[in-house]
């Protein structure tokens, strides 16, 4: 009976979890049903812990393996929704006239990044990032977008030398993006690491670090931050492909796949 009893509540404990994340109307009905349950007996629980710590311990791990099944269940089924969404109305970044690019300008695909320079994450989108403009050659063009979070202590001033940079020339900007991904455990060195970087690419330091801390530095940062949120990117890597969102640091292949899809419905010509 306890037994029986006990596997009736964590049935009912695992469908309280699935339905509160899956934001189910159904919940007040679920924790009457909880209540009930545990004022009936209200010694279940303490009891077939006792009696039973195996059997209990393999019912909670079989209810946590449901529960996650039903949560990647859920995020597959909503990345496909806003996948489906995308192609039908693709998300449109604003390409500024003095935006950096890499690869072919005016190319058929357009691969632009949210990034932070300490996030490992974007590490790999850095690497993904170059596989695509060896892969599509021609055809696509890249650009980089500052997305760093508060708990990295020296994204921001990255995206601030990586934009100052640029003022003086978007080629030494470029390397300096290339150097700070190949060696981003050297960032934690914080700004020394920094100045002594743009300084091999023969940046004038004095202009530098004036515009380090500049207005319009800090601006250009701020549009992109305020352009990331506004497409639903709050962690990083975040890439927008022909208008179509990639939340995380997806393989090559990822992007293949959307590539395809635009082109068998007629959305891309390459």
């Not at 077939?48 to 209810?63: H, M, Y």
């Not at 063009?141 to 100052?164: G, I, N, R, V």
């Not at 470029?174 to 300084?199: I, P, R």
Request: glycine share 6%.
């Amino acid at each position: 009976m306890r037994s029986g009893s006990m596997r009736k509540l964590l049935s009912l404990i695992l469908a309280f979890a699935m339905f509160s994340f899956l934001g189910c109307t159904t919940e007040k009905q679920l924790k009457e049903q909880v209540k009930k349950v545990l004022a009936e007996d209200p010694g279940i629980v303490i009891s077939v812990i006792k009696a039973k710590p195996l059997e209990f311990i393999e019912a909670l791990q079989e209810a946590a393996k449901m529960a996650q099944m039903e949560m990647a269940k859920k995020q597959d089924e909503e990345r496909k929704k806003e996948l489906e969404d995308a192609f039908n109305k693709p998300l449109k970044p604003k390409i500024r006239a003095d935006e950096s690019i890499r690869g072919t300008k005016g190319a058929p695909l357009t691969l632009i990044e949210y990034s932070d320079f300490e996030c490992p994450f974007c590490g790999r989108g850095f690497k993904t990032a170059e596989e695509l403009l060896k892969k599509y050659a021609g055809k696509i063009q890249f650009m980089y977008k500052h997305l760093p979070l508060e708990f990295h202590a020296h994204a921001m001033l990255a995206s601030q030398y990586y934009e100052a940079l640029r003022l003086q020339d978007p080629e030494k900007a470029w390397k300096l993006h290339d150097a700070l991904y190949t060696n981003q455990k050297d960032l934690a060195k914080g700004e020394a690491f920094l100045k002594e970087a743009a300084k091999k690419l023969g940046a004038d330091m004095k202009k530098l670090e004036v515009d380090v801390k500049s207005d319009a530095v800090k601006k250009r940062i701020e549009e992109d931050q305020k352009e990331a949120a506004e497409f639903g990117f709050q962690g990083t890597p975040g890439f927008v492909f022909n208008g179509v969102p990639v939340r995380g640091a997806y393989p090559a292949s990822h992007f293949d796949n959307i590539v395809e899809e635009l082109k068998k419905r007629g959305k891309l010509t390459l």
